[in-house]
């Protein structure tokens, strides 16, 4: 299998469904973890000594909110570009070099307009 991330509304009614009793799952030999909106992992949602906990008693990832099953290698991308941006470039069959270099622009341009605007 080839997929890079698997919209909720693909896996949960699907044979991936397995994913949210384990927060993830391995498919020939690919690790993918369920994600929230931001690219936190279910782990990390529920983990106290993350900086993304939840707290107690909070659910991870409310209904309704977007509960993407990731490739574990996309996941830093998916946070620092975000969910819709991620999506594009799957869409635009962009693979994981060409989406580390966009990063990596991406972080660059906001150093160069951080500096501008302390200018």
Do not use: H
């Not at 991936?16 to 369920?34: D, N, Q």
């Not at 992992?41 to 993407?68: K, Q, R």
Request: with cysteine.
């Amino acid at each position: 299998m080839n997929a890079v991330i698997m919209t909720e509304e693909y896996w949960a009614n699907s044979q991936f469904s397995v994913a949210r009793y384990c927060g993830g799952l391995t498919i020939g030999g690919k690790s993918y973890k369920i994600v929230n909106k931001q690219g936190a992992t279910i782990f990390e949602l529920s983990d106290p000594y993350s900086p993304y906990y939840v707290g107690d008693g909070n659910m991870a990832i409310p209904p309704g909110e977007p509960a993407d099953l990731v490739l574990e290698e996309w996941i830093p991308y998916y946070k620092k570009l975000g969910r819709d941006k991620i999506i594009e470039c799957v869409k635009k069959n962009m693979t994981l070099k060409e989406v580390k270099e966009l990063c990596k622009k991406s972080k660059r341009q906001k150093s160069i307009s951080k500096n501008t605007n302390q200018q």
